[in-house]
Every structure is written in C-alpha cells, then in structure tokens.
C-alpha cells in the first residue's frame, strides 16, 4: 500500500467512508445473532471446529487493546496518525477504527471493548482473550520517544478490563527493557499476577541481544514470565527503521538464559539475515524454524500463529508447520484482532485456490465472517488443510502449553 501514489492517497482520503467501511469493519450481523441467523449447516460446522479444543485452555493468545485516552483510560495514539499532512498514517488510523467499530471518538475505548467482548462471548467456547498493553518507544538512554511511538496501551489499563470482564480477560503487560524502572515495572505487574510480555521490538526499539537486558530477563525468569514478541518485518505500525531488531536469532540471548519466549506470527515475512551463515538474507520464518527445530530450546520456545493466514503471508511458514504436526504442542494460537476485521486480509478464495480448504468449507467461513470476524479466524485455522498432505494443525496448536502452567 505504500506504493501508492499520493494522488490516490489523497482520493482515498477524501471519500474516506465510502472506500475505508467495505474493506474494515462493514458487517452484516451482530455476534450475537448468529443463534437465530446462522444457518444450521454452518452451526453444525462450528460444532466440529470447537470438537477437542472447547474448554478453558483455548485462549486466544494476541489481542491488541484499542484506546483513544477517553473517560481518563490514558491510552494514547499519536496525533500523527490523526493529521491528514501524514497520508498514509492517516489511512491506516481510518482503517483501525472501522475494524475495530468505533465511530464515536468520545466513547471509543469502551464502543472497542463493548464490541470485542461481543465477539469473544458470541460463541462461550472460543476462550479467554490476551490483551496487551503497549509500551513506548524509548531512546537508549530510557526517556521516551513518543515522536517514534504509535501508541501506548498502559498496564493499569488491561488489568483495569481483566477486573471489568473476569471471564474474558487475561492481562498481558508490556514494559520495555530500557526504561530506567524496567525491574521494578516488571516486579509490580508480576506480583499482580502477570504471566505474559508483549514486545514488538521494530516499533519499541528493543533488540533483545543485549548483555545489559540480563537483570531484565532474570526477573522474568523469577516469576515465571513469558514473553510474547512479534518476529519478522512489521507493516501493521511504524517500525521501519529497525526492522532488523525483530530478527528471531536476536532472542537466542533470552532463550539461552532459559527465558520462555512466544515468536509471534512464525517471522513469517520479510527478509533477516542469518548471523549463523555470512548475513545473508533469508526469510525471516527461516530463522525461526531453525531455532524451533533446536532441541536446546524444546522446552521454552513457542510459535505463535496469528497472521499467518493474511493473503500475503500464506506459503512457506503455515505450509512447514502443517507438514511437522510433531511440533504442534509448542504452536499456541492468536487473532491479532483487530486485523481479522480488515476483510481486505483475509482471501478464503485463495485458500480454495490453493487447496486449503473447499468451496462448501469456504461458504461456512465467509458466512461465519459475516457475523464474527474473531471466530472466522479461529474456524479458518481449524479446517485449513495441507494442499499435498492434507495435514492439518492438531489439537494441541489450539491449546495452552505444558510450560505455561494451568489455564486461567
């Protein structure tokens, strides 16, 4: 999309509603309608997507917070993406808002939860949502840089909405290795109970390979922490300009120290280089297959699925983990909602195509989609098959590891 001309940019902007509504966000039904709207074959599809995973220990394990500060929630997006001068920026801050079905600014953070919680509970056993916070950018020298910063999630906040919604809510703090309170940050969450860290290091600034971060992972370590960090190229924000910090094998330091890390998205696009063979440049779900195959990370090394299905991330990196189901208990599953409400992503005509899945196994999910965009997500997953083998992701992909404890 950034190739795009500012001319069409600018066109885009000025008939924002008419082009942004069909692509994020334009639903037929309400979650909560597909009891009395759904057809009875798409129902009995659903029952067998739930078949061996419709318990408590099916969570879904990337779910990002939405929040414009309102009603003193104290989340934060940069006015950037706000300002028309900033195009590109702009478009993608239209389009956020529309998937995540907000369309009063005033009330936006509680219109986002009302919605995901609608989504999450349409069907009881789709599980328990991570919800992330999100931390600043920060310099090196531990002062923020909200100039380089998308926005900001607070830790107060996703466990304010754990207490608001019990059943639904599992708070996933983030605190960025940098800032001059890190431990202490780390400490307080930890003893409230935090068993998860979302990182994403390209947009953050964290390169995880530093000697300095050792104190910050021994803290982990002592709670019994596990850190979720995106791997791979990053589009969705800002993070351009260190891309390079979101190369897997820069998680070996972590890793070696017995630190449990959660690679989310398989590092399945873009280019890294293989510091382990003259820096070429591989793509990036190389690496991770490589340490992931690492016997010595067998029992702290964890794949994270989420968008692996968006059209242009399908290949390579589902295909290799269809054909290795040995490997399936340490994949855990996540939306990275609010992404699955941008429709424009997700193209069931080239899992037909391709031999994922069939057309009657596509006219379920598009009629899934219609209602819940969460819940298409986890059924898309579930029936998507091997095109050679017809493997598909086990049971185990969908539940919560052994090393992560008891389900919450």
């Not at 942004?20 to 309608?33: H, K, L, N, R």
């Amino acid at each position: 999309m950034k190739t795009l001309s500012l001319t069409l940019i600018l066109f885009l902007l000025t008939s924002c509603s008419a082009i942004v509504t069909p692509i994020a966000g334009s639903f037929d039904y309400e979650p909560g309608e597909m009891d009395k709207k759904m057809t009875s074959e798409t129902k009995e599809f659903l029952n067998q997507i739930f078949k061996g995973i419709d318990n408590s220990c099916q969570q879904d394990f990337h779910v990002h917070a939405v929040g414009m500060g309102t009603h003193g929630t104290h989340n934060w997006v940069n006015p950037k993406m706000q300002s028309m001068s900033s195009p590109y920026k702009y478009l993608q801050y239209k389009v956020y808002m529309s998937a995540s079905g907000i369309d009063d600014l005033e009330n936006a953070d509680q219109q986002y939860m009302d919605r995901l919680v609608r989504l999450a509970t349409a069907d009881k056993r789709y599980g328990k949502l991570h919800l992330f916070a999100f931390d600043h950018h920060y310099n090196e020298d531990g002062t923020i840089n909200k100039d380089k910063s998308t926005f900001y999630i607070p830790n107060e906040y996703v466990f304010d909405m754990k207490e608001k919604y019990p059943d639904v809510i599992i708070p996933v703090i983030s605190v960025h290795p940098d800032r001059k309170d890190a431990l202490d940050e780390l400490e307080k969450w930890a003893k409230k109970g935090a068993k998860y860290i979302k990182w994403l290091p390209n947009a953050q600034r964290i390169n995880p390979s530093l000697e300095k971060h050792d104190a910050y992972y021994e803290m982990v370590k002592k709670y019994d922490i596990t850190i979720l960090t995106h791997t791979g190229h990053e589009k969705a924000v800002e993070g351009e300009e260190f891309q390079k910090l979101a190369n897997p094998l820069l998680l070996r330091r972590p890793l070696d120290l017995g630190v449990k890390i959660i690679m989310a998205h398989l590092a399945s696009l873009g280019q890294c280089k293989d510091f382990t063979d003259g820096d070429k440049e591989v793509f990036c779900f190389k690496l991770f297959w490589k340490l992931f195959k690492d016997k010595k990370y067998e029992k702290n090394l964890f794949g994270e699925i989420s968008g692996v299905t968006i059209h242009t991330r399908v290949g390579e990196a589902i295909d290799t983990i269809l054909e290795h189901p040995e490997y399936h208990h340490r994949i855990v599953n996540g939306s990275d909602y609010p992404l699955p409400a941008i429709n424009i992503l997700y193209r069931t005509g080239q899992f037909e195509d391709m031999g994922y899945i069939t057309s009657k196994e596509r006219d379920h999910l598009n009629e899934i989609y219609e209602f819940n965009p969460l819940l298409f997500d986890l059924a898309l997953k579930r029936t998507i098959k091997h095109p050679k083998t017809g493997q598909k992701l086990q049971d185990q992909a969908f539940l919560i590891p052994e090393e992560m404890g008891k389900c919450q």
